[in-house]
Every structure is written in C-alpha cells, then in structure tokens.
C-alpha cells in the first residue's frame, strides 16, 4: 500500500460516474491499495442526469441525493478543482494546472464530456448545462415567471426546459429542427414530445440557430442567425458536449475520431493505463467499434475498468442503452437512431401510447431500437439487436407498420 508523496496504486483521473464505480470495482478484489481521484470538478462525484431531470420534478430529492459517496464507500482520498495538464506514462506520474505532481502504479482516464457553447461573455445568467455548480445556477435563475431561453433539444435542452416550466419559470425552447427530436425519432413520436411541451406552455422556437448572445444588466439577449433578437432573464445552452483527449494523446495514448482507443479489457495503449467512460474509443461486441456518451455505458465501463486495473479477467461486452424521461414521457434506446433510417413500428397494446421503433440501414439490417413509454426487457431488445436480423426477417415475427 503506497499513499507518499502524492502516490498512489490507483489513481482515477476525472471525478465523474466512470471514475466512482471504477473505485468500487477496484474494491471488488484489492480492500487495501491506496486510490485518489483527481478532479477538476468543484463537487466529489455525483449523479449527473439527475441535474436537468430528478432534482427539478421530485420535491423529495435533494442535492445531496445526487452524491455518490465514493471517498466513503470505498475509500477514496478525492482532490477536488484541479486540472490534470500532462501525463508521463513512462515516469507514471502527472501534474495538474497549478503544478502539483502525482505519481500512479495503475491510471484511470475518465476526463468525460464538455458542454459546448456559443460566443458570448461568462455570465451567471448563462449556463452550459454539465456540472452540479451549473445546476445550482440554473436554479438561482428559476422561478417567479422568470424567462429562461433554453438552446437545444437533446436530452440536456428537453429535459431542463421541462424541469423548469414545472418551476414556475417561462420557458422558450430553441430547436434547429421543425420538431423535438425530429432527427432521431418518426414523425408521430416527435409530434407527441412536442405537443406535450405546447400543452404544458412552453414557447417552442423551430428552424433556429443560435448565434451569440449578449448580456446587458440582468437581461440576456440571444441573436439568432435570421437576425431575430431574444431576450430572457437567462440562459441555458443544452447544445450538446465535446469530449477532449488530448492530455491522453499528448502522452502518446493512440486515439482515432471516438476518442482514446482501448482494448476489450479497457486498456489503452500505454502500460498500465485504463480509461473508460465518454472519451473511450472501445469495441462493441454488438456495433463495432465506438463511443457512447451515455450513463449507463459510463457506470458499466468504469466499474469493468476498475476491475480490470486491480488484476481481474474482465471483458467490457456491455452495448450500452440511453435513455431519457419528461412529464409522462419516457424512452430508452440502443445503437444507432436517425430518422433518416428506414424505421418500423410495433405498437404494443395499453392504455398510454406505447411503442418499439426498429431503425433499419439501406440494406435491410437492423442499426438501433427504441422502446417508447414500454417496459419492454432491454436485454431482450438488445439481443434482437445482436441476432442482426434484416426487415424480413423481423417482419415474419413481429408486426411492424412502416413510419416516416
Ligand atoms: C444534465 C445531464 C443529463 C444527462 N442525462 C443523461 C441521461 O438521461 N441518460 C444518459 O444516458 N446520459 C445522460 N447524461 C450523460 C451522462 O451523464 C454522461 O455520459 C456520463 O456522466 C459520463 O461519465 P464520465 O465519468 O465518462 O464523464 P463525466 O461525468 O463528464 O465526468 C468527467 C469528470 O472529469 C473531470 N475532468 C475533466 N477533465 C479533467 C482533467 N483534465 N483533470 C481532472 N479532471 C478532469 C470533470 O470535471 C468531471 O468531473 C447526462 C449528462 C448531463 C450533463
């Protein structure tokens, strides 16, 4: 057990959900090698979709039901708002933004995702939805029929404009599309999602692009590239994130366009260096190799990672499945979904429109799945998934109507 001079047997860097279940993965065999995550995050590592979902529709859940306990669970010393600039795999060591060096036997990378931006002053008023300091911004905006202009509509956008129409705050949703989710999903599951943010009142912009925006005393103004000015009381950018590997490609780790190229145990390219989470490049047993910037695929990588580093056998053959819950809807999914796809519908009996759309390639082969408002077992969409069946094949089991 080593814990001198800042080394350590373990060393996670990144503070998010990856890193905390590679902590109890490490546990799984090794109870006594030191482990430190070093974070450039404020907050120890918490429960990130429950920023723009949980937190703002159950009154009952705190923000401190968002911690995931890791230094206690599994004891974890944490380091907290600092920045690992540069990694020597061959001196096993790093240094991070304010000089401070730290030395490792085994690394975990799981740096995560950035929220993107537009041009425009830092501001209280303006949000980039990723972190727990960010949700705390938010919710000091919210409220009292304040206006909050929300830019995007992938779960980030969709999911706070939701949450914060359901606290008493005026909500106008940007979208680049003519409706939510419209390039993933059929017509007939995008008009529903944005019905029901109609019904609910919030004010839907569609065609838009976001350009810019300005901040004039407490007011935001949002100009849009068709010259149309917005202004709210504030502004949350769900615009989508960008991962960035550099600190593992400037050391040397090989990476190509999804990010750090690992192997099936989760090891890059480097002696003694894991990663896991939303920066991996990884191998899916099911769609080839990939990335995916999804919870479920952080927690499982992370914990296999972990497993991994303290010495254990294990393969990550985990396809992960994304999901997203608002007002009474809710999806999960898996592979790829894009509307431009061929897409086929199974409507499943019951009360609430319930659905499963199978998304199909130009030859004929099965490319995702998504599970609308169903229960359905995802392992069992999953292993349709796997069997690679063509639309024929699925059409004489199953009855499926052609959507657009
Ligand atoms: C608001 C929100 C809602 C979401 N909802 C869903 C959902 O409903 N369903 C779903 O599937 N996914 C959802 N996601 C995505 C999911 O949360 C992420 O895929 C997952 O958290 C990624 O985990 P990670 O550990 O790889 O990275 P992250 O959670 O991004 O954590 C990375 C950590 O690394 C730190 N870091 C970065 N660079 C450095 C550095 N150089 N040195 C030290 N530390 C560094 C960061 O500060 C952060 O703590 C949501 C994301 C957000 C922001």
């Known amino acids: 057990m080593t814990q001198e001079n800042n080394h350590f047997n373990y060393l996670l860097i990144g503070g998010g959900m990856a890193a905390d279940k590679a902590a109890t993965g490490i546990r799984k065999t090794d109870s006594k090698g030191t482990i430190a ?75 995560g995702s950035q929220a993107q931006r537009i041009p425009g002053p830092e501001s209280d008023l303006v949000v980039a939805l990723r972190s727990k300091a960010d949700y705390r911004k938010i919710k000091a905006l919210s409220g009292k029929q304040k206006h909050i202009i929300v830019v995007g509509s992938g779960y980030v956008g969709s999911e706070i404009a939701a949450g914060l129409i359901q606290n008493e705050t005026k909500v106008s949703l940007i979208i680049s599309g003519q409706k939510i989710y419209d390039e993933r ?61 550099s600190l593992g490609e400037n050391a040397g780790l090989s990476s190509d366009k999804f990010g750090i190229i690992v192997d099936e145990h989760l090891h890059t390219s480097a002696p003694d260096i894991w990663a896991a989470g939303d920066i991996i490049s990884y191998p899916d047993k099911i769609l080839g190799r990939q990335s995916s910037a999804h919870v479920n695929h952080a927690v499982k990588s992370g914990l296999i990672a972990g497993r991994a580093m303290a010495g254990e056998e294990v393969v990550y053959d985990y396809t992960p499945s994304f999901y997203s819950w608002v007002f009474d809807i809710s999806w999960d999914a898996i592979g790829h979904l894009s509307s431009k796809m061929q897409m086929y519908s199974e409507k499943l009996p019951g009360a609430a429109e319930k659905s499963i759309v199978y998304y199909f390639d130009d030859s004929g082969i099965i490319q995702g799945i998504l599970s609308w408002n169903s229960k359905v077992n995802l392992n069992h969409l999953r292993n349709i998934l796997k069997m690679k069946p063509t639309l024929s094949q699925l059409q004489q089991v199953l009855p499926l109507e052609k959507v657009e």
Do not use: C, M
């Not at 590592?45 to 306990?69: C, G, H, I, Q």
């Not at 907290?80 to 304010?98: F, Y």
């Not at 017509?187 to 004039?216: F, P, R, T, W």
């Not at 590239?225 to 950018?237: A, H, P, R, T, Y």
């Open 37 to 111: 995550i070093i974070s450039a995050d404020n907050d120890a590592p918490y429960a990130r979709p429950a920023l723009s979902k949980k937190l703002w529709v159950d009154e009952e859940f705190k923000e401190k039901d968002t911690d995931l306990k890791t230094a206690e669970k599994n004891n974890v010393k944490i380091f907290l708002s600092k920045k690992v600039t540069a990694l020597d795999p061959t001196a096993h060591s790093v240094v991070t933004t304010n000089g401070e060096h730290f030395r490792y036997d085994k690394l975990l990378l799981a740096t």
């Open 185 to 245: 999903f059929p017509d007939y599951l995008s008009s529903q999602y944005q019905q029901k943010y109609l019904d609910e009142g919030i004010n839907i912009l569609v065609n838009k692009h976001a350009q810019k925006y300005e901040v004039d005393g407490q007011t935001v103004k949002l100009y849009f590239s068709d010259g149309q000015i917005l202004e709210g009381d504030g502004l949350v950018l769900g615009i989508g994130a960008n991962t960035d590997h």
